[in-house]
């Protein structure tokens, strides 16, 4: 069983910068897909980026690609999502997620079986 915990989420001001990081642990083997996701009050939850761990290709949503970048360091079963130049538009529930099957794009939440409990993020203006 593979379980996934998020971590580095907190409150910053406009134009600050948080680096979330996720672990996978457990029967990891080596999930094709990491995704992190994020739902903010009262909306759907939303993909942010994610990233095919084999061939280390990455993709954003839309607007997020010029501030925010996701990584790995498959050393330690760490993925990480640095973001820069926060707004309050940026507060939510960031969640990791994985996918055993090839072809991590398009970021649906449906396409992706495992998730963490979330990280709390709090852009304050």
């Known amino acids: 069983q593979v379980s996934l915990v998020e971590s580095g989420g907190g409150s910053v001001q406009a134009g600050g910068s948080l680096t979330l990081s996720c672990v996978a642990s457990g029967n990891t083997g080596s999930p094709r897909c990491v995704g992190w996701f994020r739902q903010a009050p009262g909306k759907e939850r939303q993909g942010v980026a994610a990233?095919?761990?084999?061939?280390?290709?990455?993709v954003y949503a839309p607007s997020m690609e010029d501030r925010f970048t996701i990584s790995q360091d498959n050393a330690k079963n760490m993925t990480y999502l640095l973001m820069n130049n926060l707004t309050p538009e940026d507060t939510a529930v960031y969640y990791c997620?994985?996918?055993?099957?090839?072809?991590?794009?398009?970021?649906?939440?449906?396409?992706?079986?495992?998730w963490g409990q979330g990280t709390h993020v709090t852009v304050s203006s």
């Open positions: 997620a994985t996918r055993d099957q090839p072809f991590c794009f398009p970021l649906l939440r449906n396409r992706y079986n495992r």
């Open positions: 990233i095919d761990t084999p061939l280390k290709q990455t």
